[in-house]
């Protein structure tokens, strides 16, 4: 059976390079079916490691065998046999640190990495770039323009960071190097951390020469604007006519271009379906100054014909009331929301969204730097007053993933001072039991993460996630495969993972279950009676 080749190929395809290197080695016909599959892609190699190593020792051997400094009766070198079927090349950074090493090997006066980075150049004529580095100013280096000339027309992410120069010079380099990669391009990062006014940029008369060529490769568009000293406007218009194509827009930074950047969003990039507004940086790293305002990210939500389908507020941006306005206009096409570190969203609003949203699939409301943004469990619980019974939520058929920290239950078995005090013996676990009625009733959930991802944030006013207080009601979550509770005060044991496993089929990992009698317990028949299910310990 393992001798048909196109079950072979089947097979290869989902093999890594280590293993597609053994299987090279068991016959000839395994041999010639891997070799493809072994070099098409070297995006893997890394500098240092065994890979590299021998990498950069096969392309010095070819360069010299093929320069005549050392002469050979043998076959020729695997990369004259095989660079024709490089498909994919990481960033020429990247290769130069693979190859240095080789350059002190060999005759005194041997090639050098960057003659080993073009010897290899001209044995994958076919390649593609993954990826280039590109800073201001390259250009007029020989070096640089040797590489560019090479790698422009077959890049697939450009990275282009302008530093302190004149904006004409700027923009002519910024306009040489994106002309000659428009049409492989798919991604493109513009870090504009200063321009310098030195004389007046006027693009119109060039614009009216010259029809803006949409670049129909490109889906993905990062901006990062770090100075107000000078609008980068005749720079970025020039650019914003070429992406009518864009899928994803990643807004790291931005100051007073926000209102023609939004402007230039309505009228050139009508595909636009996922944004990303802010960096994932933690708080000690950046000047809460620089943070995105509230007014700019709900403007930045403003720049959608069609609707978001995915949006994620990183922790450098401000999620307010104006942004949740904003948000308010793509809630039936928004399918993923991702909320970090907005410390100051009310309960009620993340409540709204979920009540809201009939395709929401993926909710992700945390605070990557302490753990503390939480949702109250009444508010979670979202009864009707009139009635006493759960408000109808629109995702409730469509939401997959749910990550968020439910807290302010009343937990008398608990003698931390965080925890409140039950009004009335019996209202903890009433509240507990109403919780598990809420996400009872989410019956696609293939992900449930009530823990704190990180920080030292530890919960005690939470779900005990036993069946005495009410698990049993997630009996219809047939679709959970991760649960995550990590660093909450739950009291799982042995009768709860027995439950979790008969009623959750496709449960495949617990995170969080703690080093004490109870939990240990629980993980040692875990891992005996089920070993398929993962687990992590808090510990």
Request: proline share 4%; with cysteine.
């Amino acid at each position: 059976m393992l001798d048909l080749p196109e079950l072979l190929e089947k097979v290869f395809q989902h093999l890594d390079r280590h293993d597609l290197t053994q299987c090279a080695q068991v016959n000839k016909q395994w041999h010639a079916l891997t070799i493809p599959h072994i070099w098409q892609d070297l995006t893997c190699i890394r500098p240092g490691d065994t890979t590299g190593k021998a990498f950069g020792r096969i392309v010095h051997e070819d360069y010299l065998q093929e320069n005549g400094f050392i002469m050979s009766f043998q076959q020729p070198s695997a990369l004259s046999k095989y660079g024709h079927l490089i498909r994919l090349l990481p960033d020429p950074d990247d290769l130069e640190r693979v190859l240095r090493p080789q350059a002190s090997t060999g005759p005194c006066n041997g090639p050098t990495a960057h003659d080993l980075l073009f010897h290899l150049f001209k044995h994958s004529s076919k390649a593609k770039v993954k990826s280039l580095r590109y800073r201001s100013g390259d250009l007029g280096i020989d070096k640089m323009e040797s590489i560019l000339a090479f790698t422009l027309p077959r890049l697939r992410s450009l990275n282009f960071q302008v530093y302190p120069r004149g904006t004409q010079a700027v923009f002519i380099e910024f306009k040489h190097v994106l002309d000659q990669c428009s049409t492989t391009l798919e991604n493109l990062s513009v870090a504009i951390n200063m321009l310098r006014a030195d004389e007046a940029v006027d693009m119109e008369d060039e614009a009216a020469e010259e029809e803006a060529i949409c670049w129909t490769s490109l889906k993905d568009l990062a901006l990062r604007h770090d100075h107000d000293t000078l609008d980068a406007g005749p720079l970025l218009a020039w650019m914003w006519k070429r992406c009518g194509q864009l899928e994803r827009l990643y807004v790291r930074r931005i100051d007073k271009s926000t209102p023609s950047f939004v402007q230039a969003m309505l009228d050139y990039m009508h595909h636009l379906e996922e944004i990303t507004i802010g960096d994932d940086t933690y708080s000690w790293a950046w000047n809460p100054k620089d943070k995105i305002g509230d007014d700019v990210v709900a403007a930045l939500l403003s720049g959608s014909r069609h609707g978001w389908k995915s949006v994620s507020v990183m922790s450098t941006a401000k999620f307010g009331p104006g942004t949740m306005n904003a948000l308010a206009m793509h809630y039936s096409t928004l399918e993923q929301l991702h909320i970090d570190g907005s410390k100051g969203l009310p309960s009620c609003d993340l409540v709204q969204i979920l009540r809201s949203c009939p395709r929401l699939h993926t909710l992700w409301y945390v605070d990557m730097d302490n753990g503390r943004s939480v949702v109250d469990s009444m508010e979670f619980i979202d009864l009707d007053p009139d009635t006493g019974l759960l408000k109808p939520w629109l995702c409730e058929g469509s939401l997959k993933r749910l990550t968020v920290k439910i807290s302010g239950i009343p937990r008398p078995d608990s003698e931390n001072e965080s925890v409140v005090a039950e009004a009335y013996p019996g209202q903890g676990r009433e509240i507990q039991s109403q919780v598990y009625d809420r996400l009872g009733r989410l019956t696609q959930l293939e992900m449930l993460n009530l823990g704190n991802l990180c920080g030292s944030f530890y919960q005690y006013d939470c779900l005990e996630m036993s069946l005495e207080s009410g698990l049993d009601k997630l009996s219809g979550l047939k679709s959970i495969e991760k649960m995550d509770l990590r660093k909450l005060e739950t009291k799982i044991g042995i009768k709860e993972i027995q439950w979790m496993v008969e009623n959750w089929p496709k449960l495949s990992a617990i995170y969080g279950l703690h080093d004490r009698r109870r939990d240990v317990e629980a993980v040692e028949w875990l891992q005996e009676s089920c070993p398929k299910v993962a687990l992590e310990r808090f510990l």
